[in-house]
């Protein structure tokens, strides 16, 4: 290895050492803890008290909010809460939505699933909204906050963030202190974690965005305001070469990934592993390969660029959906287990880095929020509604004249979801080098070309 390519590693990783790093990996952390408690453990917890794979898809379609929050994202991108604006209109958000998580989540003290579901229904559904809207404002203020250098670092940090909170403090902690403590006790112990992201915001600062983005909240006509609020960020976006083209690509890339999410817990338990199995090989084993994975995938997006690590990760997402087929059929097997859990926890950390730093690198300063949280929800959109059919796609395949017994409805499934993957990966290759076309203008080109 020469010496110039030996000092462009060196510069793809030593970026990922610094204090902005350091404030968006506690952030993701942040976003990941709530969304991990409503997505993840919930479905063990449920399945616990004896409800049934379909009620449990059912019930996590309270996760489409998160496809949804594009509609208010607007407003979090103009407008600042009551009596906390001097925070910054990034920072008041972010505190005010966390404080309000743990309130939240002291509701679920007392509520016993099988009893009273519609309660919990409707505490996880606030939870959720309030999670989602603590993303879009989480998101832009990252974007906003690093250089366009460090985008994907960022994205790697974000992503690594996103999944301690998830997996570390929702999944594998929750899941031992759920014993000792009760599910909903130890969904509020680890949700105060939260309360230390006003200090984390405090240190860090609020981020600096150009002058004419800050004008348009004060000195121009209400109507233009308004249109501002609510078209141009829209509008700017779809006029763009290929977007339509890009839109579908976002939609589709980690389909297959997305329905076998949610029932990946079910799944363990109805090939015979214990919680506290699940606890020490999915959320423990599957945490470090998942850290590891959003790590390389910053690393290679740097040095390879955007096109090719997001071609790579999609082959790879579906080929390691393979390897929970083949566990359905062998049964209980911890070596098998083990390398399933590293390798599809590897892809995922690998796939989602580079896939936030390409939605990333795709938004206008002057709409943060409102595209970020455009792009993003439309990948929740389909993540979340595929997830919800992954248990009802299991019962269907489990009574099908197809298969037989439990063990091949879940190989089956697991091997559809290897192929859901492949229309993402046919537009990526359709869009090959029209991607760097989609770039963003610049704030102040986008302000004028909507005045």
Not at 110 to 124: E, F, K, Q, S
Not at 302 to 330: C, D, H, P, Q, V
Request: charged residues 10%.
């Amino acid at each position: 290895m020469n010496a110039a390519k030996l000092n462009a590693w060196l510069d793809a990783v030593g970026v990922y050492f610094t204090r902005r790093m350091a404030v968006v990996f506690l952030l993701g952390v942040c976003s990941g803890l709530p969304n991990g408690l409503i997505t993840g453990t919930l479905g063990v917890w449920l399945r616990e008290h004896g409800l049934s794979r379909t009620d449990i898809g059912v019930v996590g379609l309270v996760g489409l909010v998160y496809a949804v929050n594009f509609l208010w994202a607007p407003f979090l991108d103009r407008l600042r809460p009551f009596g906390l604006g001097w925070l910054g209109r990034r920072r008041a958000w972010i505190v005010l939505f966390q404080i309000a998580l743990v309130l939240a989540l002291a509701q679920l003290l007392g509520i016993d699933p099988l009893a009273n579901l519609r309660g919990l229904v409707l505490v996880i559904a606030a939870i959720a909204i309030l999670s989602a809207s603590q993303d879009i404002v989480i998101d832009a203020y990252r974007v906003e906050y690093l250089r366009q250098d460090e985008y994907a670092a960022g994205s790697a940090m974000a992503t690594m963030g996103w999944m301690t909170g998830a997996t570390v403090l929702a999944g594998f902690t929750v899941l031992h202190l759920s014993g000792p403590l009760g599910w909903p006790l130890a969904y509020l112990a680890v949700g105060g974690v939260l309360l230390a992201g006003p200090l984390v915001l405090a240190l860090a600062g609020e981020p600096k965005v150009p002058a004419e983005v800050l004008r348009h909240d004060t000195s121009r006509p209400w109507r233009t305001r308004l249109h501002d609020t609510l078209v141009a960020p829209f509008s700017e976006f779809l006029r763009r070469p290929h977007a339509w083209l890009v839109l579908a690509f976002v939609l589709l890339f980690k389909l297959g990934e997305a329905m076998i999410g949610r029932m990946t817990g079910v799944f363990y338990i109805d090939t015979g592993f214990t919680p506290a199995e699940i606890a020490n090989y999915s959320k423990a084993l599957g945490t470090g390969a998942m850290l590891l994975g959003g790590a390389i995938g910053g690393v290679i997006a740097k040095r390879f660029g955007l096109y090719r690590a997001l071609l790579g990760s999609a082959i790879a997402m579906a080929a390691t959906n393979l390897l929970y087929a083949w566990l359905a059929l062998a049964g209980k097997d911890f070596s098998i287990l083990a390398l399933a859990i590293v390798a599809d926890n590897l892809t995922t950390g690998l796939s989602l880095s580079i896939f936030v730093a390409f939605v990333s690198s795709l938004c206008n300063v002057a709409f943060t929020a409102t595209q970020y949280a455009l792009l993003a929800s439309l990948a929740n959109f389909a993540m979340r509604g595929a997830a919800s059919l992954g248990g009802l796609t299991v019962d269907w395949l489990e009574k099908s004249r197809w298969v037989a017994g439990t063990a091949e409805a879940w190989a089956a499934f697991f091997v559809f979801t290897a192929l859901l993957a492949l229309p993402g990966i046919f537009l990526l290759v359709l869009l090959g080098n029209r991607l760097p076309v989609m770039r963003p203008p610049s704030a102040a080109a986008a302000r004028a070309a909507q005045a």
